[in-house]
């Protein structure tokens, strides 16, 4: 009796001798399944000639009736292991076979014959009928999922335990020993400054079954990095070294691979320097009972053709139309319109638009997708490219009611380019950040900077006469002042962390000015922000 179980047990384990197998095949592709539908094919074994073969298809609710989707032209031969890619015009490689495929949902069959041979024979969704599937149906994957046949080539006669929803792979293996994918790419915020060099946050994994013998590389135009070898399943996050870019817009590929590893690539588009909108205060501490507000200029003017986006780090999508701006206009985005008006009654209604989604600004703790930054901004124009952005930190603005302004188009030499409002708020109005609003060459450094350890130095190289930096804490009140001479073009002040009686002041964010009188008897001034970080007494 026994020996009767186990050639039924044998029966039902052994693997099909066939040399050609479905691989996998996706039938409903996400969205609309037109030009995107393929069957792969996998040689095991010896290599094998292509002459003979046919795909067909039946519909499970009418058995025994076959129609042909493929014939292979006589002639082809394909080597061992080497997939074979029938597809639809969209598919992406281009497929071997270029075929209107037009599959079906469950309950469906395929089979791959040669001649009136079966070499497989795959059915999937319930209810179907036992001479339409190998033992037991494999599931209806759900749409944008192909049925992956795994491991790849492996046949147990039994669909159900051969085949798996899975993310489809055409063209490739679909639990290859060696894998490395490419999952996403994060732009920096704002978008990069004309000539300068910048890095691309790139996320990868090791989606293969065994950890990289090698070091893989990530590749793009003449820049390249070698990456960590990872086991299998594990995950990384590199900063890629992006090399300075001419202004607008470029499209950009990145390959990682290397060795025996198949590369993988990614394309993506980004904006080199600033868009026709920016970013030029933000309201995110608003007085108790005030709303959020955001106020956006341009620089040039521009009428939109199509919604813009506002967008915060942690992903929420506002949609809105911005009105047509004459050169240096404003525009303010907001929750509630009307509420802003009552707040500020001077305010043209006109330049005022609603959010319906409002992205919720923080401005406590350290954002979970850009940390130690609070929270941030991307303005995205009708392409979805970044037209400007900010990143900040919650103790930045101290004080119910103060925004934050922008002083300079970029920060220099590690100083910000954002401010507290000194007036409290200036919706519609504020300071010119655009370039050259200040040609003064200044820098800040460290930044920030720990006064346990050492003072900040505040340099400057003008012509001029007398000087002198002021410094305020996050409430708008003086609390230092430092006297210097721009005789010799050059100046050069340091500060200690201390007020004005030689008190310590906390860690924190300190607006400064320095105003210097020039040769002509005007008197210039450069604004910012100093950020101090004290580590001990």
Known sequence: MWQGWLALLAFWTAPAVADILINEVLYDPEGADTGY??????????????????????????????????SAESGGSLAAGELYLIGEASVIPAPDALVELSMQNGPEALRLRRGEWVLDLLGYGEGLSAELCESWPAIDAPSGKSLARLPDGVDTNQNVLDFFAWDPSPGSLNDPDLELSILATRLPIPPP?????????VELENTGRLGWPEVPQLLLQDQSLDLPRLPAGHKSAVEFPMPSLAEGIHDLTLVAGGGTIPPDS???????????????????????????????????????????????????????????????????????????????????????????????????????????????????????????GLLY????????????????????????AWAPCPAGSSPLT???????????????RPQPFDPARESVEFHLREEGGQAR?????????PVQEIPGNMSSGHLRLLW???????????SGAYPYSISWDKPSGEEAQQRGLCLMLRSGP
């Open 37 to 70: 539908e393929f069957v792969e094919l996998i040689v095991i074994g010896e290599p094998q000639s292509l002459d003979g073969l046919v795909l067909e298809f039946c519909n499970g609710a009418d058995p025994g009736n076959w129609s042909a989707l493929w």
């Open 193 to 201: 400054r004309i000539g300068e060099e910048w890095s691309l946050r």
């Open 266 to 388: 990614l394309h993506l588009s980004c904006r080199i320097g600033p868009g026709p909108l920016l970013l030029s205060e933000v309201q995110f501490v608003p007085a108790t009972g005030h709303s959020e507000w955001v106020e956006c200029l341009a620089p040039e003017g521009f009428t939109a053709t199509g919604p813009w986006k506002l967008v915060d780090l942690g992903g929420t999508v506002a949609v809105f139309q911005i009105p047509a701006l004459a050169p240096g206009e404003r525009v303010i985005l907001c929750q509630d319109k009307d509420r802003l008006l009552a707040e500020y009654p001077a305010l043209v209604a006109a330049r005022i638009v609603e959010l319906s989604n409002w992205p919720s600004l923080a401005n406590l703790g350290e954002s979970r997708e850009w940390p130690p930054w609070t929270d941030g901004l991307r303005l995205q124009d009708e392409q979805g490219f970044d037209s400007d």
């Open 393 to 416: 930190l919650g103790h930045w603005i101290e004080e119910k009611g103060r925004s934050l302004e922008r002083l300079h188009l970029y920060g220099q030499e590690g100083a910000s």
């Open 430 to 444: 504020g300071p010119n950040p655009l370039p050259g609003s200040s040609e003064t060459a200044w820098s800040l």
């Open 469 to 477: 930096l002021k410094l305020f804490d996050a409430m708008g009140r």
């Open 496 to 506: 200690d962390g201390r007020d004005r009686e030689g008190r310590q002041l906390p």
